[in-house]
Structure formats: structure tokens, C-alpha cells
């Protein structure tokens, strides 16, 4: 499932940020091509922006499925699940969610989440942050001591899970108002805390494109990666 339901507002420019060129394809092309070529993948599962459904399509294979989503992250994944859940799929099968935003996974990160779901219900991707990190006192708005690097680690997609755990956590929240998460990994062990928690340690250059200079970052890597000798 590649969630491309966002607007992108703060990449500034006159469209979503799936549909930027990068290096002779859009981002949206770029990340959902990354699961259509994979050996692994069965199926594709495209949720689109409102209002964006057919101008998506057309620029994806004939064979991936295309649905709106919502005005939340969540409305898009539950739009996703349905859809799944519509073509036949069943409570344990495997589903992976991934961000369009990050048109720059590899082959071989989708196969290890995969593959860590043969011994798990959900699968997080984590990479280490080379930053420190300190959190602001709500009060003086002053950064406080630093949080030791060696505890943290950033979310990358695609999370991986058995479709009826994902199924269920989402059909929970949506009788909680007060629940507020930004990702399904932290949805399901939030309200599945049962569920088996597998990690898989992703890639750096698996970013995300959120503002002007991931896009440049991310042609850079392109360039690179066409520069390497085969």
C-alpha cells in the first residue's frame, strides 16, 4: 500500500510533492515502481489525494489499484485496508504501508521487511539519528539536557504487518477521539500490544521528501547512484 494522500504544502510548490520530477520520473512513479518491481509484492494499492485519483493513475501500471483517501494519514490507510480487503486479501496476509514521499527504497529494504514478517505481526523500520536531540520546556520554550543518541531512532517505511492486526487497530482508534499517532507501527502497538514487534534497521538515503532541499538531496543521490560503474 503507497500512501500519497498529502498535499506536500511545505515543498512550496504549485502541486502535490509525488507529482515533482525526479530524475525523468515523479516521486509518485519512482515509489510505487519500488513495489510493482518487487519479486515479493503481490499486489499495489495506491491511495490517492482527493480530487487526484485519475491524474494519479495515469501515471501508474494498469495493475495497481487506485483509491481516495481521507483528510488524515489514518482515513488513507483505512481506505487502503478496504480496498485490500475488497480484492480478496485475508486476515493473515501481509501488508507493507509506505509513504510516497520516500521514492528512493530499495529493493533490498522491502524484502527484509518482508521477510521479518515470517516471525512477526508488525515490522518497524528504524534508522539511527545523527542528531542530538533535546526537548523544549513547554514553559520557557529553552531546550533542556540532550536525549542520549544511542536511545533514539526515526520511523522510515514501509511498516509491515499482518492485514487483520493493522485491520483491527485502525477499526479501534476510530472509537478513540483522543488518540493522536502519526504512524501505523505506533497505532498497533499502542492498541494491539499482544501483537509480535519486529525491527528491521533501514537506509539513510531512504528519506523522505518533505521541503526543497529533500528534493535536491534526493537528485543528488539519483545522480550518484547513475555515476557508480556497473
Known amino acids: 500500500m503507497v500512501l500519497a494522500g498529502g498535499l506536500g504544502l511545505r515543498v512550496g510548490a504549485d502541486r502535490p510533492k509525488q507529482l515533482l520530477e525526479l530524475g525523468g520520473r515523479t516521486v509518485l512513479e519512482r515509489s510505487v515502481a519500488a513495489f510493482v518491481d518487487h519479486p515479493r509484492v503481490d499486489a499495489v494499492v495506491l491511495v490517492c489525494p482527493p480530487g487526484r485519483r485519475e491524474e494519479m493513475a495515469a501515471l501508474v501500471p494498469q495493475d495497481v489499484t487506485t483509491v481516495e483517501g481521507g483528510a488524515e494519514r489514518s482515513d488513507s490507510t483505512r481506505a487502503g485496508l478496504t480496498a485490500a480487503v475488497v480484492a480478496g486479501a485475508a486476515d493473515d496476509d501481509r501488508v507493507l504501508v509506505h509513504d510516497a514521499a520516500r521514492p528512493l527504497v530499495a529493493a533490498e529494504t522491502i524484502s527484509a521487511v518482508v521477510e521479518a514478517l515470517d516471525a512477526h505481526d508488525v515490522v518497524a523500520l528504524l534508522v539511527p539519528t545523527p542528531d542530538t536531540i533535546v526537548r523544549l520546556d513547554p514553559s520557557t520554550g529553552l531546550p ?48 494491539v500490544p499482544e501483537a509480535s514487534v519486529g525491527v528491521v534497521y533501514g537506509d539513510p538515503r531512504n528519506l523522505k521528501i518533505t521541503d526543497p532541499s529533500d528534493l535536491l538531496v534526493a537528485r543528488a543521490l539519483l545522480a550518484a547512484e547513475d555515476d557508480t560503474p556497473r
Open 144 to 191: 533542556g539536557p540532550p536525549i542520549p543518541r544511542d536511545e533514539l531512532r526515526r520511523h522510515q517505511t514501509p511498516q509491515g504487518f499482518t492485514l487483520g492486526v493493522l485491520e483491527r487497530s485502525h477499526r479501534e482508534a476510530r472509537c478513540d477521539a483522543s488518540l493522536v499517532v502519526t504512524d501505523d507501527c505506533t497505532l498497533v502497538m499502542t492498541l
